[in-house]
């Protein structure tokens, strides 16, 4: 036989079961080049396979599993060694690939057993998820109801509405059968049944705030369940079911002054209200969560609210006490303002009225001193001119301390000369000191400025005021006056706290001091000189007389020139000096020779008579005008009285040179006819000097005056020394305007 390389088979094969394997091999063959191709389909659309490597390796060992069943088919029937070896090849790579998926399952299959877990966890999750998404709408639902109850309840300020609605609402919302509202009594040892829902109860019942059960409640923030058998939760009837649930919570007072509702006390953070909530009695329904929740927040809005509403009744009660204590304010102000203006009223008239016969008691006291007089005759002429004088004086302080308290008085600022005002005042001062025998010097410090800016008139009366009170209460000795710029360390003194200077490069202070030997004055009762009226008890003082008014009305000048005042003495006959600082400007030196000719007192200066001197005189008040018209008269001047506007501008020509007019005439003012002759007399120098000769002091008065142009102002009453120098300017400066 010849050789082959064959296999034969060991025992003869069955022809049918051969054809059945031989069938199962190539559908298995199929089967298993199928499958990878399905699993290279699912990795390709899927998106994420964390396993795509172990799916090749699983895919190729199908592979040769289906290459092995494939390559068997050859061996049913003779076949060669080839075919033998192939297959051989194939089943040990089959073998290898198996064991590698087999050893690589090892390792899969935990991560897959975990992934089973994390799905689990996953679901567990979710599971909890949506138990607090239902806690979410819950907390949804209860904020609805929350601020749906505090609308409700902050819909009114009305306290009693306030609680009311709480009830109701809390009521309607939770389903409640009863709820109740305990309120401290004004003692704060018991509980007031003061508020039910369903009213079935009587309101006024009471329990001791100190239960165990009260205690409870209050000690704790949250809602508390109670049991139903309590004494604040036994306010529904008896029934045959059981009794629902109960919890009650404490409702916090807020302390308020004046917070008081009908028993109330005043009420501080620390007490409490408290509020008791019932579940019906035939149903077996609990207290959730999310109830005690919108409980507790509706009783801090119940909180909120009820301050608020105290908060407003205050406001309403602080409002009807501001609007009464306004009507008693705008009372009172229009009774000032009636009584101010009745005042100035009366002053004015008053003014005018006793300026008018003092100026025929001086006018004519003045002229008749000018006749041959015996020297008992000159005394007593004298005498009535001092008297005069100083009623005048009385009168001029009363106007400027009535003007000074109500705010009316301004100063009238301009550039003076400082020395010529105290060398004015030593001269006034010298008469009166000569006759009590007394020595009075001037001392002006060589730094003082010979210019100033200030109130002339108001400094030279305080002055004045100061040295005079000197010699009225100095019998004997000397007076020294000495003025000097204050230095920087003397503006500051220990003994004027309260003064308090500003330094600067515009202004200075200038510090007076009067020192006289006269009577003194205990230094308790220096306090006393300064106040109207007030006059110290001593007899040297008494028997000086005075009214009691020129150190007050100083110490308003002085204020009013952001200056202070003050007495120093040692005692009753030691003496004592006056001190006072005043703030005055500095003018510029381009001004020291554009100075304003206004003087304030009389001088004698100028021609001492004015022959032929055409004067016109209109003044309603016939004493008035026979006065004015004597003392022009006397001084040799022409004159012509008229007593009504209409004549006076009938009379008046270019041969007037002077117009004296009274501004307060019947019928046509002063201003009208001032504003008449103007018109009449365009030409200024054909036009008369037009001056008002009045008894009014107030500021008004000066200003219509040069309003209306009228060429100057003089108050009455006039002297004869003051007619012959007002006359001289006049003449020489066409203007004078006496400050008022």
Known sequence: MDSC?????????????????????????????????????????????????????????????????????????????????????????????????????????????????????????????????????????????????THEIRSTLDRHTILKTTLVELGRTLALEECALWMPTRTGLELQLSYTLRQQNPVGYTVPIHLPVINQVFSSSHAVKISPKCPVARIRPAGKYMPGEVVAVRVPLLHLSNFQINDWPELSTKQYALMVLMLPSDSARQWHVHELELVEVVADQVAVALSHAAILEESMRARDLLMEQNVALDLARREAETAIRARNDFLAVMNHEMRTPMHAIIALSSLLQETELTPEQRLMVETILKSSNLLSTLINDVLDLSRLEDGSLQLDLGTFNLFAVFREVLNLIKPIASVKKLHVSLNLAPDLPEYAIGDEKRLMQTILNVVGNAVKFSKEGSISITAFVAKSEL???????????????????????????????????????????????????????????GLAICKRFVNLMEGHIWIESEGLGKGCTAIFMVKLGIPERSNEPKLPFMPKVPTNHGPTAFPGLKVLVMDENGVSRMVTKGLLVHLGCDVTMVSSSEECLRVVSHEHKVVFMDVCVPGMDGYEVAIRINEKFTKRHERPVIVALTGNTDKVTKENCMRVGMDGIILKPVSLDKMRSVLSDLLEHRVLFEAI
């Open 5 to 149: 390389n064959c296999i034969e088979p060991q025992w003869p094969p069955d022809d049918l079961l051969m054809k059945y394997q031989y069938i199962s091999d190539f559908f298995i063959a199929l089967a298993y080049f199928s499958i990878p191709l399905e699993l290279i389909y699912f990795v390709k659309k899927s998106a994420v396979f964390p396993y795509r490597w172990v799916l090749v390796q699983f895919g190729a060992f199908i592979v040769l599993c289906g290459a092995t069943h494939l390559i068997n088919l050859w061996t049913f029937t003779m076949h060669t060694r080839t075919v033998a070896m192939v297959m051989t090849t194939a089943k040990v790579f089959t073998a290898v690939v198996s064991c590698a998926t087999a050893l690589m399952l090892v390792h899969i299959i935990p991560d897959l057993l975990s992934v089973k877990t994390r799905e689990l966890f996953l679901k567990n999750k979710a599971a909890e998820l949506d138990r607090e998404m239902g806690l979410i709408r819950t907390q949804e639902e209860t904020g609805r109801h929350v601020r749906m109850l």
């Open 491 to 549: 503006l500051r003194d220990s003994r004027t706290p309260e003064f308090f200077p500003v330094p600067s490069d515009n202004h200075f202070y200038l510090r007076v001091q009067v020192k006289d030997s006269g009577v003194g004055i205990s230094p308790q009762d220096i306090p006393k000189l300064f106040t109207k009226f007030a006059q110290t008890q001593s007899t040297a003082t008494r028997n000086s007389g005075g009214s009691g008014l």
